[in-house]
């Protein structure tokens, strides 16, 4: 039986905190971990997505973050899915059988093999192989405008149909029919996650069972209440708290990712610098300083509502302008 139980709810993607000389910041990373698991409620976290710039860590800090992370999950009795990311199908199957033999990971987030655009049939018997040879469920990350290689309706149809895949971060930057027919009758056991942040909210309306969001390292207990909302059918709240925290989205990615978010957490004293490894640049002062007048003005402060309760209808309202 598919593990997708575990694929509902928020799972952050964390960052990788670097100290100011560009060195791995451990102990930063375990507060991270731990705070959106305990504080923020998330259902679980991502090891090594692009928000931790896993293309600029060494494998010696690839496999720390994970041990970090996993640690942390462990202790929390959470879920760890870790991004494995390679248009070398062969080498994607050894790092995700090394991956296995850690036990650190309860399943790896795959893209389509990114540059290449092998097309469907490609990426069909890529993840074909991963699926049989890989030894852990996979979560099949979709996102073209970074892979170049759209996928359809009837492709991840028929990659959820295979026992091994679980699940697929969809992140296409739009909310269209496909979405919606995916999300009307996805295959058995296999669940969709919300990855476009600034859409999450009609995403969980139509049906998506939660997300992986980058924006969650912020707000991350009102990200956690947003996808409650929605699981609830508080439709009136979960609208107003999802237009609230897609204002925080846009601000957040309004340079590239995670350079925004970064500059935040550091604004907020919770990791130690914002640097970032080129080729990314740090984000501008503005930036910045606009997103964290947003993260601060709506900040979660109350334990998430009960079914029934009007607390659920008190969402505060952002005193930032719109970005």
């Known amino acids: 039986m598919k593990p997708e ?5 928020l799972f952050v993607p964390l960052v990788t905190p670097f100290t100011d000389d560009l060195r791995l910041a451990p102990d930063a990373l375990a507060r991270l971990a731990d705070e959106a698991l305990s504080e923020g409620g998330a259902r679980g976290l991502v090891a090594l997505g692009t928000t931790a710039e896993a293309a600029t860590l060494t494998t010696e800090e690839k496999r720390a973050v994970v041990r970090i ?3 942390a999950c462990r202790a929390h009795g959470a879920p760890l899915i870790v991004g494995v990311g390679t248009n070398d199908t062969a080498a994607a199957i050894t790092a995700l059988r090394e991956l296995a033999r850690s036990g650190d990971a309860d399943a790896a987030l795959v893209p389509a093999p990114p540059y290449i655009r092998p097309g469907e049939a490609g990426v069909l018997a890529h993840f074909t192989a991963l699926a049989e040879h890989g030894g852990l469920p996979l979560v099949v990350y979709d996102i073209p405008y970074r892979t170049a290689q759209p996928l359809s309706t009837g492709a991840l149809n028929a990659l959820g149909q295979l026992p091994e895949i ?3 971060k969809y992140a296409t930057g739009a909310i269209d029919a496909a979405a919606v027919e995916l999300l009307g009758s996805p295959p ?3 669940a969709v996650l919300g990855g476009d942040d600034a859409v999450i909210s009609p995403l969980l309306a139509a049906g998506a069972r939660g997300g992986i969001l980058a924006s969650a390292n912020v707000r991350t207990a009102d990200y956690a209440e947003l996808i409650s ?3 609830r059918d508080a439709a009136g709240p979960a609208r107003r708290l999802g237009a609230e925290l897609a204002r925080l989205s846009a601000a957040l990615f309004a340079e590239p990712n995670p350079t925004v978010i970064k500059g935040v957490l550091h604004a907020q004293g919770r990791i130690p610098s914002p640097a970032v490894r080129l080729p990314l640049l740090a984000a501008s002062a503005d930036s910045v300083r606009q997103a964290a007048a947003l993260a601060t003005a ?9 079914p029934g309760s009007s607390s659920t209808t ?3 309202s952002p005193t930032s302008p719109r970005v």
């Open 5 to 9: 139980a575990h694929l509902t709810g």
């Open 69 to 71: 992370c996993s640690a």
């Open 166 to 168: 679980v699940g697929v």
């Open 188 to 190: 058995p056991g296999f």
């Open 229 to 231: 909302l929605w699981r």
């Open 298 to 306: 709506g900040s979660h402060r109350d334990a998430p509502a009960q």
């Open 314 to 316: 008190n969402v505060p």
